[in-house]
Each structure stands twice: as structure tokens, then as C-alpha cells.
């Protein structure tokens, strides 16, 4: 498994391939989570190409960055929503969250037990997760010249075991990115026409798996012990009323 960086995710996102990746995930988001409104949006790992179409719709859309990653203000243009955490102990209370969306993180993660828990242990009761992983059966999860080709991939039914394990239980798996995984002009000039394929073929070839679960609430994983550790707050004035210590 290789390691990525933060300036290696936006460089990616920046590209004409990054940016038709981040289009047809966005738009499978935006299906999934229709209605948002009024509700607390979470993004864990490098969230952020996939939270600005709810920044108008909710009370509150927040970046959690792992501290493993470099800080970075988000959004760029208006009052920061960012927090760097620390992935065993979110500084989120307990039953908090309406909706978590993880995005190159868990296929990174070496603390995958305790990011999960975290994430059941933050989300309120029937709330809401989507996991995006990298699907070990495809073309992209062998190729390094994207950040899904260089964490843990996983297949449908691994991920759905992790899901039920960890008191998750799976509404959908989506595949998607029939396209191939290279920064090539006729690639990127046709990106639909490649999704209308895989959509023909039931998304069976798709490079990445979008599942999205609820939480139970007869979930197994109690509030983990209180820790002194405090989140590193990238502007304490906007996120203090966002963001609390763990209860």
C-alpha cells in the first residue's frame, strides 16, 4: 500500500481527470443525499471535493482532516469550517452527526477499528454514513496514477462484513468510474460517454465502490474513555460552536 499526501490529493483534484472524478462521484452523492437540509454534514479524510454542494443546504458542513494530513483551511472563500482530529477520538459529541461522508480515509487508515467506531459513536441514531473505497476487482486499484490506486482496495462483500461489524447496516453499493484511471485528453473529453457504458453493464466494472449504510442503534461500540486530548482548531472563533470536546 502506498502512502499519499494532502498536496497529492489536490494536485489530483486539479487535473482534468480530477475534476471529471469528482463530477460523477458528486453527482452520485447528490442522489443519495437528496434531502439535507437543516441537517450536521461531517467529511472525514479529503472530503472536501465532495461537501461544497451542501454548503448552502445545511446548518452545519464540517472537514474533519486526519491529523496525519497536512491542515488546510476549508472552505478557501468564506469563514473556516476545517478541524484536524485525531482518528480514536473525534471531537464531535456522541449522537451528533445526521451525515458522514469518508473519502480517502479508511483505505489509508491503520486505525481502521477505531476510525469506525468513532464514526458509529458520532453519528445519531439512523444516521446516515457513505464510504468511498477503491474496488479491489478493478483496473484502478492496480494503477498508482491515482490516490484510489494507492490504499487498501475492497470488494463489495469485504466492505459489507466491515459495515455489519461495526454496527453499520448497507443501503446500497454503487460502482462507478468506468472510465480508465489515465490522464489522457481523449479520456477526460468523454467521461459520460464512459459512465453511460458502465451503467449499461449494472456497474459491474466501476474503479470505486460508493456504499452508503445507517447506523443501528443497537450498535455495540459505548463512548470511548475521556482523553485530555484536544482537537487542533484551524480558526477556534467560526468553529466554536461546532465543534465541542467529546462529553
Known amino acids: 500500500m502506498m502512502a499519499t499526501t494532502t498536496q497529492y490529493l489536490n494536485n489530483f483534484y486539479q487535473t482534468p481527470l480530477g475534476k471529471g472524478v469528482a463530477s460523477i462521484i458528486n453527482n452520485v452523492i447528490g442522489g443519495l443525499w437528496s434531502k439535507a437540509d437543516g441537517q450536521t454534514i461531517v467529511g472525514t479524510g479529503h472530503a472536501h471535493p465532495y461537501l461544497t454542494q451542501f454548503l448552502c443546504a445545511t446548518n452545519q458542513t464540517l472537514l474533519a482532516i486526519p491529523q496525519k494530513s497536512n491542515a488546510q483551511c476549508w472552505p478557501t472563500n468564506d469563514n473556516n469550517s476545517a478541524v484536524v482530529i485525531d482518528e480514536t477520538l473525534w471531537p464531535f459529541q456522541t449522537d451528533s452527526i445526521d451525515k458522514l461522508v469518508m473519502v480517502h480515509h479508511l483505505e489509508f487508515s491503520v486505525l481502521k477499528s477505531k476510525l469506525l467506531q468513532q464514526a458509529w459513536r458520532t453519528l445519531k441514531p ?7 473505497v477503491p474496488n ?11 490516490p484510489f490506486g494507492c490504499g487498501h482496495a475492497y470488494t463489495e462483500y469485504q466492505m459489507e462484513s466491515i459495515l455489519n ?7 446500497t453499493a454503487i460502482k462507478t468510474l468506468m472510465l480508465p484511471p489515465y ?14 457504458i458502465n451503467n449499461f453493464c449494472h456497474n459491474i466494472f466501476g474503479g470505486i465502490i460508493i ?8 450498535g ?17 472563533v467560526n468553529l466554536s460552536s461546532k465543534v465541542t470536546k467529546d462529553a
Open 165 to 171: 461489524n461495526y454496527g453499520f447496516e448497507k443501503i
Open 211 to 218: 456504499f452508503k449504510a445507517v447506523k443501528q442503534v443497537y
Open 136 to 146: 479491489k476487482n478493478s483496473i484502478w486499484s492496480r494503477s498508482s496514477r491515482t
Open 126 to 132: 439512523n444516521g446516515e454514513i457513505i464510504i468511498i
Open 183 to 196: 490522464h489522457h485528453s481523449i479520456i477526460t473529453k468523454n467521461i459520460l460517454m464512459f459512465e453511460k
Open 220 to 236: 455495540l461500540y459505548p463512548p470511548p474513555a475521556q482523553h485530555n486530548w484536544m482537537p487542533q482548531i484551524l480558526n477556534p
